[in-house]
């Protein structure tokens, strides 16, 4: 197999080299704003207690909301909503949720608001932020999940099936995660 060199710059990967779970990271500011915001560089990094962490940008009304509050909503996004995510940078604050659609319900641990339209949701407690190149990566423990019923009525692979998730490969482009494979 001859290998020839390929950009270092994630933004000349085509084909992507590290697809990321698309999710939007609801949040709330002091005064209970709310906001709704796209991410795909989302990774666990802990077992116990469960940490998840996703890099995002340091001045985005995201991660001020989470400084100012401690705590932040992870919505799975499916294919379905792919248009109004990839869409909905358009506008933001309150005018990004309206226009998008988004349906906002209240979260059971957390004081920020979940996604209702997803199928899936974590409630995360921030534990540490890190900057990092141009990167401020937020690291948050899952402190409540909840799941769409109907996915958990089905058996066994039907499940990815109905939970439908999606990954960023590219700008304007992702991936559905619906074909399972057991090795
Ligand atoms: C599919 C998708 C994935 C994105 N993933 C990220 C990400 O992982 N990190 C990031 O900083 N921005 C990401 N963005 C861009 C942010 O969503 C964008 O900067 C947004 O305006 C931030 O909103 P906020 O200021 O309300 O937090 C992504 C955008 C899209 C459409």
């Given at each position: 197999m001859k290998k020839i060199d390929y950009p270092?710059?994630?933004?000349?990967?085509h084909p992507s080299l590290i697809p990321g779970p698309i999710v939007l990271i609801s949040t709330q500011d002091s005064a209970k704003e709310p906001n709704v915001a796209p991410k795909s560089w989302l990774q666990m990094v802990s077992f116990d207690p469960p940490i998840l962490m996703f890099s995002g940008t340091r001045r985005n009304t995201t991660e001020q909301n989470i400084l100012e509050t401690g705590c932040f909503g992870v919505n799975f996004v499916d294919s379905s909503m792919a248009p109004a995510v990839y869409g909905c940078l358009e506008w933001f604050g309150r005018e990004r949720i309206e226009r998008s659609g988004f349906v906002l319900g209240d979260a059971r641990e957390i004081d920020a608001p979940l996604?209702?339209?997803?199928r899936a949701h974590l409630e995360c407690q921030l534990r540490q932020t890190v900057e990092i190149g141009s990167g401020f990566v937020v690291f948050g423990e899952i402190v409540a999940a909840s799941i769409w019923e109907e996915v958990l009525r089905v058996a066994g692979d039907r499940r990815y099936e109905l939970l439908d998730q999606i990954v960023f490969l590219e700008n304007g482009a992702y991936a559905p995660v619906n074909q399972i494979v057991r090795v």
């Open positions: 270092i710059d994630k933004n000349g990967w996604v209702e339209d997803c």
